[in-house]
């Protein structure tokens, strides 16, 4: 049995030679150098070339290298009976809070505009918002929306939280999935943290943007096809967003001619909130290895109807 290490716009060399420092062991390569395919059981991918799983007829796992699997659900050439994992590790949720964070403190003080103004000689103060004036709220509360809601609930945030289940977390209140209107009500910031499913693609569209309170900011890093970009373009333009933060696009690397390049009011980061580390992950990725050969329960699986 062999691992497979899968990727058009990463270097997966790290990750290689990561596993094998937890165990030297292991028989693995890089796509799309493999000598065997028939040895694949246990696959790596992250933004794979599709349709290529038909050339390994014994796969039976495929982990993604980060905590999204939509680039592998969307995949019909995935057999129903390949197992699909992915990967949570405490450096993703930590970075990605430091991320929110970050971009939620650069709203309340201006940076953005004050940063503008420094390019044109511009000396004036701009009024800030009061932390109690404004309430983050996070969509998404699995673990990654969970770190990060309680990181800014912990620096003096008001903090909502929604997803399908209630969650119970300590000074922060939670919506469900039937109190979505009542949640963006009273949310100032929504942080987009939820997993992509047919349920929430196009979900940060012009109808959520009329909903949130006023004034009101948008940090997508969760995934770019949650956002219907002409509809945020609108918002901004018509004043029903004051600014947005964004990590992530439907399109990656964003083209030169895209409309979102050059906006004073869209903050653009190249993919960057939370970055998997080749040494942290290599050590989940051999005990799930190891879990496929000797058949036991996979940590992290993934559950197809959900979609995460």
Known sequence: MSILLVAQRRDMKPFRDAILNVDP?????????????????????????????????????????????????????????????????????????????????????????????????????????????LTVGVMGMGELGSTTAKRLYSNGFTVNGWAQSRKELDGISTFTAGNLGEFLNQSNILVNLLPLTPQTEGILDLDLFKELKKPAFIINVARGKHLIEEDLVYALDKELITHAVLDVFSTEPLPESHPFWGRKKITITPHIASVTDPDEVAVLLVENYKRALSGMELLNEVNRKRGY
């Open 25 to 133: 062991n292991i028989d693995i390569e890089i796509w799309p150098n493999s000598t065997n395919p028939g040895r694949v059981q246990f696959a790596v991918a992250w933004h794979h070339p599709q349709q290529i799983w038909k050339s390994y007829p014994n796969l039976k796992v495929i982990s993604s290298l980060g905590a999204g699997v939509d680039h592998l659900l969307k995949d019909s050439s995935i057999p129903e009976h390949v197992q699909l994992t992915r990967v949570v590790v405490p450096s993703l949720a930590d970075q990605m809070s430091d991320y929110v964070l970050t971009a939620v403190l650069n709203i309340i003080r201006n940076s953005e505009i004050y940063r503008d103004q420094q390019q044109e000689s511009i000396w004036k103060n701009q009024p800030a918002h009061l932390k109690d004036e």
